[in-house]
Nanobody, 128 residues
Framework: QVQVVESGGGLVQAGGSLRLSCTASGGYGMGWFRQAPGKERAGVSCISWYWASASTYYADSVKGRFTIFRDNAKNTVYLEMNNLKPEDTAMYYC???????????????????????WGQGTQVTVSS
């Protein structure tokens, strides 16, 4: 396992933007999941890398609005969220995969058990 620390949540009006940050002490893939009250946790966006292989994945609900990218030097993955909607309101969790080997971002986001390290979560609230 690795240590995962998230930041960047907050309250924003619909149409606004937020950037979430997630720093992990190592890993071969990271992802953002969200859980709204009364709903199951769902994968939002994931990024994976291993040697020359890399991929990103976005849930249909956020395609075109959210961007995931990584700063290798800082061991940090960012989730840039634009044109936020009230339905984006949720607790957002960052997860990291510390085991070596390549798994596609799609696979990671759709199989959260692939991640072995999770952050405490950061709240995102979008007002209408």
């Amino acid at each position: 396992q690795v240590q995962v620390v998230e930041s960047g949540g907050g309250l924003v009006q619909a149409g606004g933007s937020l950037r979430l940050s997630c720093t992990a002490s190592g890993g071969y893939g990271m992802g953002w999941f969200r859980q709204a009250p009364g709903k199951e946790r769902a994968g939002v966006s994931c990024i994976s890398w291993y040697w020359a292989s890399a991929s990103t994945y976005y849930a249909d609900s956020v395609k075109g609005r959210f961007t995931i990218f990584r700063d290798n030097a800082k061991n940090t993955v960012y989730l840039e969220m634009n044109n936020l909607k009230p339905e984006d309101t949720a607790m957002y969790y960052c997860a990291a995969k510390s085991s070596p080997g390549y798994s596609s971002a799609y696979s990671l986001c759709n199989s959260p058990q692939s991640f072995d390290s999770w952050g405490q979560g950061t709240q995102v609230t979008v007002s209408s």
